[in-house]
Structures are given as C-alpha cells and as structure tokens.
C-alpha cells in the first residue's frame, strides 16, 4: 500500500504542477493585457497631441477615441475575465495542495510507523543476541567453576 501513496503523491504532484503552469499562462495573459490598454492609452495621447496641433484639418479624432474606447472597453473586460480565471485557478491550486500534503502527512505517518517497527525488531534482536551471549558466558563460568572444584 506504500507504493500507492506514492504513486498518488507523484500524480498530485503532476498535477499542482500543471495548475501551476495554467495559472503562469493567465497571468502572462493578464500581463499582456495591461501592456495593451498603456499602449492603447499611449497612443490616444499621442493621437490627441497630434490632432491638436492640426488646427483647421478635419482629422477625425473623434472616430478614432470611440474606437479607442471601445477597444479599451474590451481589453478590461478581457482583464477582468482572465482575473476571474486567476482566481479560479488560485482557488484550485490551494485545494491541490492540500490534498497532496494529506497524502504526504499519510505517507509521513507510514514511514514513520515502519521505521519505528523496524527498531522495535532491531532492539528485540539485539536483546536476543545479548541474552545469548549472557546464556553463554554463564554457562562457561559454570562449566570453569566446576573445572576447577574437581581440579
């Protein structure tokens, strides 16, 4: 049964690893995101620079930070999905490793109870080997008693 919790803490394992990677690719994702909308902010800037120093032109401006918006409207809510996805992905995370340090506390425990029945084994065979040198020595010291009384 041990290998079987190793196995399972293996798997578990596996798998926090691959939520970990899941939630790495989110929040590259979300980066990217923020990177977007500062750019897109940039340029509405530098759009708004531009359109005031052509006085007298039609430019179009207008059109343009509708578009902008919207296209700003969109990226948060892109952003806010892929928060909502982190958190999500968070969430899974922990419950992951909980369940992984169950199976290594359980495991744990195991190694432990066997270690201990190892030295309990280990001690009643060291006292075995003990008695029998004690057994020994004292019927050699008998048998040297004797020797000498008929000696």
Do not use: C, P
Request: charged share 40%; net charge negative; no cysteine.
């Amino acid at each position: 049964m041990a290998k079987g919790l190793h196995g399972l803490i293996r798997y578990h394992n596996w798998q926090l690893d691959e939520k970990k990677r899941a939630l790495a690719a989110l929040n590259d994702q979300r980066a990217a995101i923020d990177e977007s909308i500062r750019k897109l902010d940039a340029e509405v800037v530098a759009e708004k620079k531009v359109a005031a120093e052509m006085t007298g032109v039609a430019y179009g401006l207008d059109a343009y930070l509708k578009a902008s918006k919207k296209r700003r409207t969109m990226m948060e809510n892109i952003a806010r999905s892929l928060d909502h996805r982190i958190e999500k992905a968070l969430e899974e995370i922990r419950e992951g490793f909980q369940e992984l340090k169950k199976y290594e506390i359980a495991q744990q425990e195991r190694d432990r109870k066997e270690a201990a029945e190892i030295a309990r084994k280990e001690a009643i065979d060291m006292d075995e080997v003990a008695q029998n040198g004690f057994q020994r020595r004292k019927a050699e010291d008998e048998a040297a008693e004797e020797f000498e009384e008929r000696g």
